[in-house]
């Protein structure tokens, strides 16, 4: 065989390695489109107390009547200590009305600037012709983080349309301690990260995972019928002092929500079974078992708001 061909061959097989370590990073990176990457995220021991301490955070509130009944549940019967809300969708003020009822729970503005969901859209709370580089020529945000940034979203825009969504939590006389970004959209660059922090601080509010939360359990990505499992193994495992995490988006396996498609190739097609099973899980008599043999502290953000306001350290 000719030096020629075994060297083809062997560039071959190096391009094909190098394709398949690239596809494979890929998927690791978009497997779960709700994470938010902490690596580099610095553990800080606020307490100095030796203890275990755990938020357990339920996302998209607000997104839809069977997401709220399923976090009515989870405040009545299971295990929760913040909840990041949704306040542009037309569910907004049943949500409200459900957190007023439970003033133990730290509230977050879940600040949105895409809209994954099929047919289900929505847009912005300011009028569209303020962010017009943020919505689609129907008024309605992007579907996915990607999309956005195809449209090149004016910085000024994004800063509005997040104060905006504040404010709009704040008139609806909720008690909010802390803000986080739904799917990361609204930190896509470092000028929109810089102006999402200024926003934070300017109302004194914390930002979710500023504070070295370890995120160490991921029920996400676990099929329907073993989260609990997973979560209590989790939990179970959890050994050395200090601030962890759980992020769970709860919700209940109806028509209302089964009918729904999410737009980005990652999202679980059986997205309402996920949901639901992820509320049950925060439900589970087992769980709050485990929490109480481990001796965990369950802490909200309202808390580290009061006590540790200074002590942000961005996590990525």
Avoid at 215 to 230: G, M, Q, S, T
Avoid at 231 to 248: H, M, Q, W
Avoid at 266 to 272: D, E, K, L
């Amino acid at each position: 065989m000719s030096r020629i061909i075994i060297a083809t061959l062997i560039l071959m097989s190096v391009i094909f390695m190098l394709a398949m370590i690239g596809m494979a990073e890929e998927q690791k990176s978009v497997s779960n489109p709700y994470e938010v990457k902490t690596e580099g995220a610095k553990s800080m021991d606020l307490f100095n107390d030796g203890k275990i301490r755990l938020v357990i955070r339920c996302d998209d509130v607000g997104f839809c009547h069977a997401a709220n009944m399923a976090f009515k549940k989870i405040a009545e019967e299971g295990c929760v200590s913040a909840v990041s809300l949704l306040v542009n969708t037309p569910w907004l003020d049943e949500a409200v009305e459900i957190l007023k009822e439970h003033p133990e729970i730290s509230v977050g503005v879940h600040t949105c600037l895409n809209s994954e969901w099929v047919p289900y859209r929505w847009g912005p709370v300011l009028p569209v012709n303020q962010v017009p580089t943020l919505v689609d020529e129907w008024g309605k945000f992007f579907p996915t983080r990607k999309m956005l940034m195809e449209h090149n979203p004016n910085v000024d825009e994004v800063e509005k349309e997040v104060r905006a969504q504040i404010d709009l939590a704040l008139r609806k006389g909720l008690k909010i301690s802390y803000i986080d970004h739904h799917m990361s959209a609204a930190v896509q660059t470092p000028e929109m990260k810089e102006r999402f922090v200024k926003v934070a601080k300017e109302y004194g509010f914390v930002i979710s995972r500023w504070f070295g939360e370890r995120d160490e359990i991921n029920i996400y990505n676990a099929e329907p019928k073993r989260k609990l499992a997973v979560l209590i193994k989790g939990i179970k495992n959890l050994s050395e002092p200090g601030l962890y995490i759980i992020v769970c988006h709860p919700g209940l396996n109806q028509p209302e929500m089964a009918v729904l498609k999410d737009v980005n190739p990652t999202g679980p097609p059986n997205m309402s079974a996920h949901r639901e099973a992820e509320a049950m899980a925060l439900c589970s008599p087992k769980l709050k078992k485990v929490i109480k043999q481990k001796n965990i502290e369950i802490i909200g953000y309202d808390l580290l708001k009061e006590r540790f306001l200074d002590k942000m350290i961005e996590p990525y």
